[in-house]
């Protein structure tokens, strides 16, 4: 059974950075991508960015390129989400996900197994 841990949310000032950690169990996620979404109250769940876990490829929302970056350790099993310079409107619950194959996707659909998300407050 596929189990995703979402980790290292909370609040933050405006300006401040934050990391949070996704820890993947259950398979091996060499044939998956690996993706974190996050979701503000009363709005839709959007797509942040995504890796592969073989090649790191990355891909990422216009939103948020050049403030998050997006990584993994492959023998940990574990994906990153470094966020600088946050804003109060990053607040949400960030999730991470995992979908199969190995194309990007920024499509919730396609994502398979998630994790039950990790609250991010950032104050101004």
């Known amino acids: 059974q596929v189990q995703l841990v979402e980790s290292g949310g909370g609040l933050v000032q405006a300006g401040g950075s934050l990391r949070l950690s996704c820890a993947a169990s259950?398979?091996?996620?060499?044939?998956?991508?690996m993706g974190w979404f996050r979701q503000a109250p009363g709005k839709v769940r959007e797509f942040l960015a995504a890796i592969s876990w073989i090649g790191g490829s990355t891909y990422y929302a216009g939103s948020v390129k050049g403030r998050f970056t997006i990584s993994r350790d492959n023998a940990e099993n574990t994906v990153y989400l470094q966020m600088n310079s946050l804003k109060p409107e990053d607040t949400a619950v960030y999730y991470c996900?995992?979908?199969?194959?190995?194309?990007?996707?920024?499509?919730?659909?396609?994502?398979?197994?998630w994790g039950q998300g990790t609250q991010v407050t950032v104050s101004s």
């Open positions: 996900a995992a979908r199969p194959g190995s194309r990007l996707s920024r499509l919730l659909y396609e994502y398979n197994y």
């Open positions: 259950g398979r091996t996620f060499s044939s998956y991508v």
